[in-house]
T-cell receptor, first 113, second 116 residues
Framework: DAGVIQSPRHEVTEMGQEVTLRCKPI?????LFWYRQTMMRGLELLIY????????DSGMPEDRFSAKMPNASFSTLKIQPSEPRDSAVYFC???????????FGAGSRLTVL | DAKTTQPPSMDCAEGRAANLPCNHSTISGNEYVYWYRQIHSQGPQYIIH???NNETNEMASLIITEDRKSSTLILPHATLRDTAVYYCIVRSIQRGGGTSYGKLTFGQGTILTVHP
């Protein structure tokens, strides 16, 4: 079991550029969550997918953020255009149907200059 | 969402038990208490969860008071590798898209430092 795999682990970009973060959930898990962590706001839930369908995107900060899950083994979080205040660590987590435990990936650290 | 209150930081000597308290006085009858921890530069890691009975697994024990308004996470023999931020979370049930799901809302947690 390779766990939840996120890429890239580190991304440094300039303001205005498009950023795409990727997540591969654990095989067999049907729920996927994107979280963002900053010093000021802690860990915040951005969006939740169940069976590849977005169920709750109330945490997505604004229209610059979008997330997709084209299939059960892949999800993306896109920021376009990026801004310095988007600098954070973005975590992806997955969960098996009927289970109570979220498994988190190692995170993607984004720095927007 | 039921709010949790934890001390911002705690210290523990290596080999001793670490007892991390959490208050959740507004918890509802069907809401679970979860504990996660986050070691520096890593993603949060699940530790344990419970509803009203005490729980134990290979990592820790969870003691929930009878009125369910508070709980304590116990690491029986803390090691240096247990140094982390520990989050106590009350899982709320959210409804959306015609379904419901358990939502974990993380607070600021307790920074546990285990020292030699």
């Amino acid at each position: 079991d390779a766990g939840v795999i996120q890429s890239p682990r580190h991304e440094v970009t300039e303001m205005g550029q498009e950023v795409t973060l990727r997540c591969k959930p654990i095989s067999g898990h049907n729920s996927l969550f994107w979280y963002r962590q900053t010093m000021m706001r802690g860990l915040e839930l951005l969006i939740y997918f169940n069976n590849n369908v977005p169920i709750d995107d109330s945490g997505m900060p604004e229209d610059r953020f979008s997330a997709k899950m084209p299939n059960a083994s892949f999800s993306t979080l896109k920021i376009q255009p990026s801004e310095p205040r988007d600098s954070a660590v973005y975590f992806c987590a997955s969960r098996r149907a009927g289970a109570n435990v979220l498994t988190f990936g190692a995170g993607s650290r984004l720095t927007v200059l | 969402d039921a709010k949790t209150t934890q001390p911002p930081s705690m210290d523990c000597a290596e080999g001793r038990a670490a007892n991390l308290p959490c208050n959740h006085s507004t918890i509802s009858g069907n809401e679970y208490v979860y504990w996660y921890r986050q070691i520096h530069s890593q993603g949060p890691q699940y530790i344990i969860h419970g509803l009203k009975n005490n729980e134990t697994n290979e990592m820790a024990s969870l003691i929930i008071t009878e009125d369910r308004k508070s709980s304590t996470l116990i690491l029986p023999h803390a090691t240096l590798r247990d140094t982390a931020v520990y989050y106590c979370i009350v899982r709320s049930i959210q409804r959306g898209g015609g379904t419901s799901y358990g939502k974990l809302t993380f607070g600021q947690g307790t920074i546990l430092t285990v020292h030699p």
